[in-house]
């Protein structure tokens, strides 16, 4: 029987229970979601960070050639080339460069999971690329970043499209879930409806909803509107990042 877990907030899981598995860190607003457009834009690597002097530093290392992105409570870091909106990540300005980038949720969720067996990037953006990916996997967990400690509505949002796509769009032995998973599943089923997911609706339907949680409201609120329909272009992104946990760089299988 194949295992997939949703673990909504990076606390809510011991570090350990993870060692060996397939790991899906989420931060769809916006962290993952911009991650994927880098490497889709044809950033070499993209190297997360706990904290902006430790970016700084591992920038200074890698030289001239490194670039520095992220933010802190949604804002561009002083003195960092690209802040965490997703469309800043272009061809012309990230192609063949190594990203450091560090910001509030998403790098910590990547480093909770650091004892995982594999351990990717995932985003409404690339959402059939992971899910066919996983269809293939007998132990999965799904963190979800959160924000400052609280769960996000966005997060779980699309942990349930992922389970959706996963467990029931690939054929495949039964699935045991974890109550987290399901709470996420019936939250997708409830917001997005079935009627608009084979249609040309869904990146529309998908960002109504992203602009209803509070992660939403809060970019809306700080000028980044855009970003949450880039976050909503469902499979933009044919791409699959995957952090080696050996060089701490992520880069595309």
């Known amino acids: 029987m194949q295992e997939l877990r949703v673990h909504l907030l990076p606390a809510l899981v011991d570090p350990a229970d993870l060692a060996g598995r397939t790991v899906v860190v989420v931060d769809v607003l916006r962290a993952t979601t911009t991650i994927c457009r880098a490497l889709q834009a044809g950033a070499a690597c993209v190297v997360p960070c706990l904290e902006i002097d430790e ?18 409570l949604g804002r561009r870091i002083e003195g960092f080339h690209f802040g965490n909106s997703p469309s800043e990540y272009t061809a012309a300005a990230v192609a063949d460069r190594t990203v450091v980038f560090t910001t509030t949720n998403g790098t910590r969720a990547m480093r909770r999971a650091a004892q995982a067996g594999e351990l990717l990037m ?3 953006v690339n959402l059939s690329t992971l899910a066919k990916h996983l269809s293939q996997r007998q132990a999965i967990d799904i963190v979800c970043a959160g924000t400052n400690g609280a769960i996000t509505f966005e997060d779980a949002l699309f942990a349930g499209a992922l389970i959706e796509r996963v467990c029931c769009s690939y054929v495949g032995p039964e699935w045991q879930w974890n109550d987290q998973a399901r709470l996420a599943f019936h939250s997708w089923q409830n917001a997005v409806p079935a009627s608009v997911r084979d249609s040309i609706r869904f990146p529309v339907a998908i960002s109504m909803a992203l602009r209803e949680c509070q992660g939403g409201r809060n970019l809306i609120a700080e000028g980044f509107d855009a970003d949450i329909d880039t976050a909503a272009a469902i499979d933009a992104c044919g791409v699959l990042p995957r952090l080696d946990q050996a060089t701490g760089r992520i880069t595309l299988r």
């Open 55 to 72: 970016a700084r530093e591992t920038a200074a290392k890698l030289g001239p050639d490194a670039l520095l992105g992220g933010e802190r």
């Open 122 to 124: 995932g985003a409404f």
